[in-house]
T-cell receptor, first 113, second 112 residues
């Protein structure tokens, strides 16, 4: 099992460009999450999907959109990138029921110039 | 948004020393998790705690779920160089089981 995979690993964008970050999990988990990590800020939730077909805003959703393509895949889109979106983005997944543990991907390091 | 108070922010210790860090909240949690993040990697789950007062070990790591349900502690015994990284606590509130709230992290440096 690969667990949670993310592509790309690194990306540099110019202000105003768009891009989609991809995430996939092979653990048959119901819930998937997108976080951003900035120095000294810990992990902040952007969007999440509690189950296939549903998505909800997290703490910092502005400037982002998401798509839960199927049970395995959850993508994050930046329509018009801004320098404030320079960050490391992590995808995570969690099984259903009582389990709270989230499992993280390796991250995408995004720089917006 | 809410974040957990995690302390200390950073620690610089010598190999072989024991380490303690903690996380506190103003509201109660029904789950506490501890993660470690190596440089350039995603967080990896170390220990999960589900019951107030619970004490759980994973090798040299021991974590406790505070009896007030508002705090948790992580201890690392006999530190080694590979313990270097950032340690995050995370809590799940009873009124929202879909999401975790994360601490701001404790950065650990171990010197030989």
């Amino acid at each position: 099992n690969a667990g949670v995979t993310q592509t790309p690993k690194f990306q540099v964008l110019k202000t105003g460009q768009s891009m989609t970050l991809q995430c996939a999990q092979d653990m048959n988990h119901n819930s998937m999450y997108w976080y951003r990590q900035d120095p000294g800020m810990g992990l902040r939730l952007i969007y999440y999907s509690a189950s296939e077909g549903t998505t909800d805003k997290g703490e910092v959703p502005n400037g982002y959109n998401v798509s839960r393509l199927n049970k395995r895949e959850f993508s994050l889109r930046l329509e018009s990138a801004a320098p404030s979106q320079t960050s490391v983005y992590f995808c995570a997944s969690r099984s259903s029921g009582g389990a709270s543990e989230q499992f993280f991907g390796p991250g995408t390091r995004l720089t917006v110039l | 948004g809410q974040q957990l108070n995690q302390s200390p922010q950073s620690m610089f210790i010598q190999e072989g020393e024991d380490v303690s860090m903690n996380c506190t909240s103003s509201s109660i949690f029904n789950t506490w998790l501890w993660y470690k993040q190596d440089p350039g990697e995603g967080p990896v789950l170390l220990i999960a705690l589900y019951k107030a007062g619970e004490l759980t070990s994973n090798g040299r790591l021991t974590a406790q779920f505070g009896i007030t349900r508002k705090d948790s502690f992580l201890n690392i015994s006999a530190s080694i160089p590979s313990d270097v990284g950032i340690y995050f606590c995370a809590g799940q509130r009873p009124d929202n089981t879909d999401k975790l709230i994360f601490g701001t992290g404790t950065r650990l440096q171990v010197f030989p």
